[in-house]
């Protein structure tokens, strides 16, 4: 197993109930991710009750509230302790390539022969940055979200946020309030409401069936898998954060950045078609969630009744291009997506945009296994409560895996 983040940690845990030897190699500490790569104000977007894994989960006296980031360290290390992983941390994978046998993982502390691999080393493990940002003036400081911890970090003055999914809205909200004006680039987006008939909408979510739906039933996998993260934010006051509130709070919304040309910033229009879009996604969810609702009589009194949200309002008037160099701008922030680093893997499983090949977390090569990637084998595979039954079916397939081979020794 390579990596002790959440999934590789639940993929260990079954591997463990399958009496299957194992060692996963990290190399940071447990839950590294969490601890190294995200910012000081960042609470997680799912409830503490969505918060499980095999044989685990949330037990406190807060379900409805969000995990700061040191209580999601606290809450997957204990993880770790709880089901006595066999993590060797500090430890890099350099290297993994196909042996007779299997494979030989190559790392900064000893190498290794193993029968198969699983590859729980995370779907965001660079900030994905386009090559624009080449184009940005340099007095103009470019940070991505890996780098950003508070918005004391910035300088004073204007900021150009760059995406507006979970991660450019949360910035987005944090640094207009901390007095500095935000210009959001807004491209394609889901919009959710935090809550929905009186329930979390991941609830919604959950219950209906929708984040469960398997990834050999979706008709365009590849699109569900580039889907960007829900406009959502965990707070302790359950906002909900859309740009209706960004634009309420004095964020300036543009259009999708599409080229910086001289210096000047450079903005689709259409944002009157893009905010209807997402509106009408956003309805469309909750229609399926009221049609579910339906089938649920036991529900009644338990749920308030359908309600439908302000459209997105379009700005009367936006602009379509910003003079960087002008000084208005002092900082961007590239909240522009993330994605894995396979810099290491040298087995030939990549596609020609560097995407692993695989078929729900089974690999091309033979006892190559991967888990924590979008849509992995169902919607919820990159969150936290979606670990456990990706785990239990990769597992099981490797299970079948070594007993096959063992068969052929
Ligand atoms: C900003 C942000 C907010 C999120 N918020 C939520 C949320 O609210 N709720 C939720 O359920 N999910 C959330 N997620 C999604 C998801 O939970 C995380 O992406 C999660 O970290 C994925 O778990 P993982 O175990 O697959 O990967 P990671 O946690 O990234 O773990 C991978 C591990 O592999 C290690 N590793 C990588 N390469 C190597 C190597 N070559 N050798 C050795 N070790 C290696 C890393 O150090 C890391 O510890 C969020 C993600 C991000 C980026």
Not at 189 to 214: F, I
Not at 358 to 363: E, R
Request: glycine share 10%; charged share 20%.
């Amino acid at each position: 197993m390579i990596g002790a983040g959440h999934t590789g940690l639940a993929a260990s845990r079954c591997l463990t109930g399958r009496g299957i030897d194992h060692v996963v190699l990290e190399r940071g500490e447990v839950a590294n991710s969490w601890k190294r790569e995200r910012w000081d104000s960042l609470r997680l977007l799912t409830p503490n009750w969505q918060s499980r894994l095999p044989g685990y989960r949330y037990e406190g006296p807060h379900p409805d509230s969000f995990m700061t980031m040191p209580e999601v360290i606290e809450f997957i290390s204990g993880y770790a302790a709880a089901i006595a992983a066999p993590v060797r941390p500090h430890t890099t994978v350099t290297s993994v390539r196909t042996a007779d046998d299997g494979f030989d993982v190559v790392s900064d502390n000893g190498d290794f022969r193993a029968r198969t691999v699983v590859l729980a080393t995370g779907a965001c493990n660079v900030p994905s940055i386009p090559a624009l940002q080449q184009a940005v003036p340099a007095p103009v400081m470019c940070v991505s979200p890996f780098e950003y911890r508070h918005p004391g970090q910035l300088p004073p003055g204007g900021v150009l946020v760059v995406g507006a999914s979970a991660t450019g809205v949360q910035l987005a909200h944090e640094i207009q309030q901390s007095g500095r004006p935000v210009t959001l680039a807004v491209g394609e987006h889901v919009r959710l409401p935090r809550t929905y008939r009186g329930r979390d909408v991941l609830w919604w979510m959950e219950k209906s069936g929708v984040w469960n739906q398997r990834y050999d039933e979706i008709d365009d996998l590849t699109r569900a898998r580039r889907l960007p993260s829900p406009q959502l934010v965990g707070t302790p006051e359950r906002i909900t954060l859309d740009l209706n509130t960004l634009a309420a709070a004095g964020v300036t919304l543009v259009g999708r950045l599409a080229a910086i040309r001289n210096g000047r910033a450079l903005f689709s229009g259409g944002l009157r078609n893009l905010f209807a879009l997402a509106d009408l996604k956003m309805d469309r969810l909750l229609d399926t969630f009221d049609a579910w609702a339906a089938t649920e009589p036991r529900l009644n009194g338990d749920i308030a009744p359908p309600e439908r949200f302000e459209p997105t309002r379009v700005p009367a008037t936006s602009r379509i291009d910003l003079d960087l160099a002008s000084g208005e701008i002092r900082s961007v922030i590239w909240a522009t997506g993330f994605r894995p680093d396979y810099s290491w893997l040298d087995v030939p499983v990549l596609d020609r945009k560097g995407q692993l090949r695989h078929d729900g977390g089974v690999v091309e090569a033979p006892g190559l296994y991967a888990i924590g990637l979008p849509v992995l084998r169902r919607r919820k595979s990159t969150f936290i409560h979606g670990a456990g039954d990706d785990a239990r079916e990769i597992v099981e397939h490797l299970a079948g895996y070594l007993g096959a081979t063992s068969c052929r020794r």
